[in-house]
């Protein structure tokens, strides 16, 4: 990912609130060939001091038959964004896209029986938590899940380079700035929390 020095970020706070509030994202590997898989993740923070991501897809994927321990991953997050009109400067310029992004490098360890049970259990608990009635792992009785954890392939990705990028038109004058934030302000979801982002800084 490029980053310009103006738009890169070593917020780790900021890290974390893109990986959890994205966590459907991009699992890139590149043994054999180029390949990439949409997947759930979870950041693991049980040791504050060694963070690393869990993940989990089907056995029958192609690239979790070639993904082996030590192999180099990418996990790719794409936080909130949302389309900046040039209509919105004072002066003619270029429209663009506002965004936050984190990627990931890291390598692969396989995840034994105890820990991908483990990490289906936290995941099912995150999502399910908030449902009228919710499906957790331990209703499912251990050997029904054991039976479906035969079709998963669990892995952790353990980081070796971080990059954060919080594209925010920084380089905007302030008059430009402010009506950047304005016109967002009236758009939709995503539009509202990058005017919102924008606010906290400057």
Known sequence: MFIPKLYKSEDYELMKEIIKENSFALLISSVEKIRATHAMMMLNEDDPENIYIESHFSRANPQAKTLKDGDEVLCDFLGAHTYISSSWYEQVNVSTWNYEAVQIYGKVELMNQEELYNHLEKLTSKYETFQKCPMFVDKMGREFVEKEMKGAFGIKIIPTEIFIKQKLS??????????????????????????????LIK
């Open 170 to 199: 920084q380089n905007r004058k302030e008059a430009d700035f402010q009506n950047i934030i304005s016109n967002l302000e009236n758009s939709d979801e995503n539009g509202k929390k990058i005017a919102e982002k924008m606010k």
